[in-house]
């Protein structure tokens, strides 16, 4: 029997996933469907259903969250052999106060008139679900792992897999 795990415990996984994590691919749906994908600087703030991102108010992304909100959110941390997707609902959010504790001085190199640029923005992601995997690390530790599926016959496994709901508890 699987149990799963309550919203809390969800939102503390995938932050301890992805919380360093700096890039991660944002895509987003074209008018014709065709997916579109891009890097995005993951914001180092603590997870807590959201995800936060800047972004031009102009931009194609907005556009195309504004008209399909549906978004993945793609991380991958090769070295440690961890992977997360993340879906969920794009929202455009023009909040000072959020984008003034967000604000890193290197972002000036899209924003040039920083916190003042008419053009800043932030995208926020509603997070509704995330799929993870998480191996082991260390390549002695999967190799005998793989070894021990061909003697025994069993199937391969090289980790930790799941898929986990952030949506909260429906009421009764």
Request: proline fraction near 6%; charged fraction near 25%; avoid cysteine.
């Given at each position: 029997m699987t149990t799963t795990p309550s919203r809390d415990a969800a939102?503390?996984?995938v932050h301890d996933l992805i919380k360093n994590i700096n890039i991660a691919m944002l895509t987003t749906s074209r008018p014709d469907g065709t997916l579109h994908s891009r890097p995005m600087a993951t914001q180092q703030t603590k997870f807590?259903?959201?995800?936060?991102?800047?972004?031009?108010?102009?931009?194609l992304k907005v556009d195309e969250?504004?008209?399909?909100?549906?978004?993945n959110v793609?991380?991958?941390?090769a070295a440690h052999n961890?992977?997360?997707?993340?879906?969920?609902r794009g929202v455009l959010v023009k909040d000072r106060k959020m984008a003034e504790e967000l604000w890193n001085p290197l972002y000036k190199a899209w924003f040039p008139q920083g916190l003042d640029d008419p053009q800043l923005a932030l995208l926020r992601v509603d997070v509704e679900e995330a799929e993870y995997w998480d191996a082991p690390s260390s390549?002695?530790?999967?190799?005998?792992?793989f070894v021990k599926a061909i003697l025994t016959g069993k199937q391969y496994a090289?980790?930790?897999?799941?898929t986990i709901s952030m949506s909260p508890a429906p009421t009764m």
């Amino acid at each position: 029997m699987t149990t799963t795990p309550s919203r809390d415990a969800a939102i503390r996984r995938v932050h301890d996933l992805i919380k360093n994590i700096n890039i991660a691919m944002l895509t987003t749906s074209r008018p014709d469907g065709t997916l579109h994908s891009r890097p995005m600087a993951t914001q180092q703030t603590k997870f807590d259903g959201e995800l936060w991102f800047f972004t031009a108010e102009d931009s194609l992304k907005v556009d195309e969250t504004e008209e399909r909100p549906a978004v993945n959110v793609s991380y991958s941390d090769a070295a440690h052999n961890r992977y997360v997707s993340v879906s969920g609902r794009g929202v455009l959010v023009k909040d000072r106060k959020m984008a003034e504790e967000l604000w890193n001085p290197l972002y000036k190199a899209w924003f040039p008139q920083g916190l003042d640029d008419p053009q800043l923005a932030l995208l926020r992601v509603d997070v509704e679900e995330a799929e993870y995997w998480d191996a082991p690390s260390s390549t002695m530790v999967q190799v005998v792992g793989f070894v021990k599926a061909i003697l025994t016959g069993k199937q391969y496994a090289p980790g930790e897999h799941a898929t986990i709901s952030m949506s909260p508890a429906p009421t009764m």
